[in-house]
């Protein structure tokens, strides 16, 4: 993991001395609420529905059992007890007081953390693969990258007063798992075909929100040292060029949509052309300097199969199971990664509690080199555990009620906090996630269903995702009313898709039904071995529809 | 309005040539449309010039007019407009060593964006000096010392000073293998 140096540390204290004085500024006057607006989401502060919200950055997902352990220290001294993680990586407190946001900023700084630019219209912070390092699908580990990214981010004075807020994702793996095309910037680190060498693929112009698009390639392969120069005439095209008169057409995606991607590709390359590259580009130095703390740890040399796994699986079911759904490959024989669902049957997507938090931080330590990844799915990873020890694992997470054995199932919702935090809601999506993780609580018919991911937004700003869910729900309001609109066939892989929609909107009773019928027709059409995914894209959203509306008509009927 | 630079509250030479009015005395910053009128005059009588750019000016567009242009004054409409920081960054780059001047009101915590892009000053109105005395903008200054960014700004970002430090390293080690080798 990266460690701060000197001045990493020196700068992080300053950013919170700067915010203490900031807090005060406000108190006394001497900024206004409009000015001091921006400064505070530009650390990760927002005023909700009922209090203040606190965003903590977590670059690229990787935690440390002491971090995570000091993010439950603050939950229970400031908050209550419990935080949330979201789909971009980060953690979210919901209550804590303004007076009291300085000291909980140098608990962070004391653990090498910050909320440095988690919100506001400015480059947010940088997420990536959680499976990096892990994957064997990986060219290279993106998280060198993203740290280089977050630095050269962090407080740049061109870029702090965007037209919009701007968001960066870096995979290093063939098979993407950090949704790079539905970025602002998504960036696919490749071997150059012929020669090997090492760069990137340069995507721009995705994201989600009430127009989600997908992003375009601006470049097919930049090389390494070439990154922030290119990335600043990209910062530099938007900021000048991105639309200010509206905040809904203000991101980088209606940019490239209006001039095209051509024009906006002939811009980019026209303003790195006139850049001094040399002079903003890091050292390859620097570049090694970083990427020297994301060595792999100390693995042992183990076989590839373990006896005791196999015996443990064949003597617990469940145990058994929890390896089928949870348990990831490792590059390294011996080890695995193992997901720890965030996602209990009827609980809040993304929430730990502290007491949960202070349990993974201790069997991060004991089983995998005490290193905790962050996942845009919600859920935490332990990245690096022995297949000897995956049972004891698997034990102390049934001890603490975290071996929910759903991970990429039907009940691994992603959902935003919806009306029940967030003032920018139309409606509630926590209790539509709580209502649909019911209905399919039964295991076998979760595994017998397989992989299919539902994604839930309470408006349209999309932060559950739902545009790239296989399932999407979105919540909207009518004369005061929750509704709720169905999309089918979304992906957030490197096959990215929007969902389309299916049909008429539902009240929020009505959408588990709606959801089975859905999962019915899959059931029924399915070729074997065939994902929802896969029979979706063979079959056309026609069979799912016909059968919505049948039940749409039907309730009507039993309504009369 | 009052004029700020990186040491405190800087008298200001030039006076702006505003709609409707006559051609000032002395230095003069014009509108960027009233540039090729009056530039003539104001250097014949020995003056500086200056101009006033809108944030929406392309750098290309506007660099064939700057030349002996003593001052470019960029326009902040809001101060969360970061339009006028890329235009600043962006006339840095193509050459431009003149007077590079904010205008509009932006505020204290703002003053390391305006100099990391660039500019020399800031020219913001009043009302945002009543609330923001000069000592908030110097201790703005002062909290943030260290930036990331290379190639903004005045003084070594931190990527620099890692360099230094590993050369100084690098030094020190091949004179420690000198030395041993006396």
Redesign the interface.
């Given at each position: 993991m990266y460690r701060y140096?000197e001045?990493?540390s020196?700068?992080v204290r300053?950013?919170v001395?700067?915010f203490r004085?900031?807090v005060e500024?406000r108190l006394d006057?001497?900024?206004?609420e409009d000015?001091f607006k921006?400064?505070r989401l530009q650390n990760g502060l927002y005023l909700q529905l009922h209090a203040y919200m606190l965003r903590i950055a977590i670059p690229y997902g990787t935690l440390s059992s002491r971090q995570l352990r000091q993010l439950a220290l603050i939950a229970d001294r400031y908050d209550r007890g419990y935080g949330h993680f979201t789909t971009r990586q980060n953690l979210q407190f919901n209550w804590p007081k303004l007076k009291d946001v300085p000291d909980i900023l140098d608990l962070l700084a004391d653990v090498e953390m910050h909320a440095i630019q988690t919100s506001g219209?400015c480059i947010r912070n940088v997420t990536a693969d959680h499976f990096a390092g892990v994957a064997a699908d990986e060219v290279e580990d993106p998280r060198p990258t993203a740290e280089l990214i977050r630095?050269?981010s962090?407080?740049?004075?061109?870029?702090?007063?965007?037209p919009r807020k701007f968001k960066i994702a870096v995979t290093g793996a063939e098979h993407d798992r950090a949704a790079i095309k539905a970025h602002d910037i998504g960036l696919r680190i490749l071997r150059r075909p012929g020669t090997g060498e090492i760069g990137y693929e340069v995507i721009v112009g995705g994201g989600l929100g009430r127009t989600p698009m997908i992003g375009k390639v601006v470049r097919e392969f930049l090389p390494r040292a070439d990154l922030?120069s290119f990335l600043e005439a990209i910062m530099?095209v938007y900021?000048?060029e991105g639309r200010?008169d509206n905040k809904f057409k203000a991101r980088v995606k209606i940019l490239v949509h209006e001039i095209g991607a051509e024009e906006f590709r002939r811009r980019v390359e026209q303003e790195f052309a006139?850049?001094?590259g040399p002079?903003?580009?890091?050292?390859p130095?620097?570049v090694k300097?970083i990427a020297a703390y994301f060595a792999p740890p100390p693995y042992e040399e183990l076989p590839e199969r373990s006896v005791k796994l196999s015996i443990a699986k064949a003597a617990h079911r469940d145990f058994a199971r929890f390896v089928e759904t949870n348990v990831f490959a490792h590059r390294v024989p011996g080890y695995a990664a193992v997901t720890i669902s965030l996602k209990p049957i009827g609980g809040v997507p993304g929430d730990a509690t502290s007491e949960q938090m202070r349990i993974i931080a201790e069997l991060a330590e004991r089983y995998s080199f005490g290193e905790i990844r962050v996942t845009y799915m919600q859920n935490l990873v332990l990245p690096h555990v022995r297949n000897d020890e995956l049972f004891a694992l698997w034990e102390a997470l049934d001890a603490a009620e975290l071996a929910t054995a759903n991970a990429s199932l039907v009940t691994d919702i992603i959902s935003c906090p919806g009306l029940d935090y967030c003032s920018l809601a139309t409606a509630r999506s926590i209790p539509i996630a709580q209502s649909l993780s019911r209905r399919f609580a039964d295991g076998a018919r979760q595994r017998e269903i397989g992989p299919l991911g539902i994604k839930i937004s309470g408006c349209i700003n999309a932060c559950g995702h739902h545009h790239i869910g296989n399932i999407g729900i979105l919540g909207l309001e009518k004369n005061g009313a929750e509704y709720y609109q169905l999309t089918l066939g979304g992906d957030a892989t490197e096959n990215a898709a929007l969902g389309e929609r299916l049909g008429p909107g539902l009240a929020a009773e009505e959408v588990p039904d709606a959801v089975e019928k859905i999962v019915n027709v899959y059931l029924q059409e399915r070729s074997v071995g065939e994902e929802f995914i896969a029979t979706y894209r063979r079959l056309g959203i026609a069979p799912f529809r016909q059968a919505f509306e049948k039940g749409v008509e039907g309730d009507q009927h039993a309504a009369h | 309005m009052p004029l700020i630079d990186a040491t405190g509250f800087k008298q200001n030479g030039f006076a702006r040539m505003t709609e409707g009015c006559s051609l000032p005395a002395g230095d003069v910053i014009l509108p960027l449309e009233k540039l090729s009128t009056w530039r003539e005059e104001v250097f014949s009588r020995g003056d500086r010039v200056g101009v006033h750019l809108p944030n929406t000016a392309r750098v290309d567009e506007v660099w064939p007019l700057l030349d002996d242009v003593a001052l470019v004054s960029i326009d902040f409409p809001s101060f969360a407009d970061g339009r006028g920081f890329s235009l600043a960054r962006g006339l840095r780059q193509r050459g431009f060593f003149g007077v590079l001047r904010a205008f509009g009101p932006l505020i204290a915590d703002q003053m390391r964006h305006a100099l990391g892009c660039g500019f020399d000053e800031v020219e913001t109105p009043e009302a945002v000096i009543v609330r923001q005395p000069i000592s908030q903008w110097r201790a703005a200054l002062e909290t943030i010392t260290l930036r990331y960014q290379r190639g903004a700004g005045n003084g070594l970002s931190i990527l620099d000073r890692r360099r230094a430090a590993r050369e100084m390293g690098h030094r020190r080690f091949h004179s420690g293998l000198a030395l041993a080798r006396e």
């Open positions: 140096d001045f990493d020196r700068f300053e950013r001395r700067e004085a900031q500024r006057g001497s900024l206004t000015e921006p400064l219209n630095q050269w962090s407080l740049h004075p061109e870029f702090s007063f965007l922030l530099r900021n000048l200010r006139a850049l001094d002079s903003v580009n890091a050292d130095e620097e300097r | -």
